[in-house]
């Protein structure tokens, strides 16, 4: 069965520093989502991308994080400036369609900041 | 920020019986919900999902029941087994500015017992 696929699965970083979390659609889906889990907490919204643009953003998402799909396969996200909050985990997500379609997620990547 | 609430953290139910797990929420424009379970270390996988135009969705042993009027849903699994273990996520979303984005709960913890 098609998968969404996440590496790393755990990433340490210092504070300060840039990470970039990586993510395999599964190949046929058109919208491609990053949601994350502080320690205790929801899961929550951070992006929506489609059609090589982002469609809709959490105000989590704020300036220091950013999205890309480098190539046909890969959905990217990069947080240009780890701070201590930014700690969690960090599910991707893909579906067919936009709204009313089943977003299929991958395991997570466990982010640490130090 | 509670538009989706599970109030109850853990659910503990005998092998075989029922298990019910409720969901209610508060912004009345949701109108697409799923249920997602989660086993530790995995991302959440979908379960069964339910349009506010029904108010129930059977699949197998589990069945979705939305009541709109009391802005609830539940999720019975019958007969739970042993695998069912796992938390279990309510997720809806709005038709507003055409939004992909789902807000979860926060989980409810089942356990079923053999």
């Known amino acids: 069965e098609p998968e969404v696929t996440q590496t790393p699965s755990h990433q340490v970083t210092q504070m300060g520093q840039e990470v970039i979390l990586r993510c395999v659609p599964i190949s046929n889906h058109l919208y491609f989502y990053w949601y994350r889990q502080i320690l205790g907490q929801k899961v929550e919204f951070l992006v929506s991308?489609?059609?090589?643009?982002?469609?809709?953003k959490s105000e989590i998402f704020d300036d220091q994080f950013s999205v890309e799909r480098p190539d046909g396969s890969n959905f990217t996200l990069k947080i240009r400036s780890t701070k201590l909050e930014d700690s969690a985990m960090y599910f991707c997500a893909s579906s067919e369609g936009g709204r009313g379609n089943i977003q299929y997620f991958g395991a997570g990547t466990r982010l640490s900041v130090l | 920020d509670q538009q989706v609430k599970q109030n109850s953290p853990s659910l503990s139910v005998q092998e075989g019986r029922i298990s019910i797990l409720n969901c209610d929420y508060t912004?009345?424009?949701?109108?697409?919900f799923l249920w997602y379970k989660k086993y530790p270390a995995e991302g959440p996988t979908f379960l069964i999902s339910i349009s506010s135009i029904k108010d129930k969705n059977e699949d197998g042993r589990f069945t979705v029941f939305l009541n709109k009027s009391a802005k609830h849903l539940s999720l019975h699994i019958v007969p739970s087994q042993p695998g069912d273990s796992a938390v279990y996520f309510c997720?809806?979303?709005?038709?507003?500015?055409?939004?992909?984005?789902?807000?979860f709960g926060k989980g409810t913890k089942l356990t079923v017992n053999p």
């Open positions: 912004n009345s424009m949701f109108d697409y």
């Open positions: 991308f489609y059609n090589n643009e982002i469609s809709e």
């Open positions: 997720a809806a979303s709005s038709p507003q500015g055409g939004s992909e984005k789902l807000v």
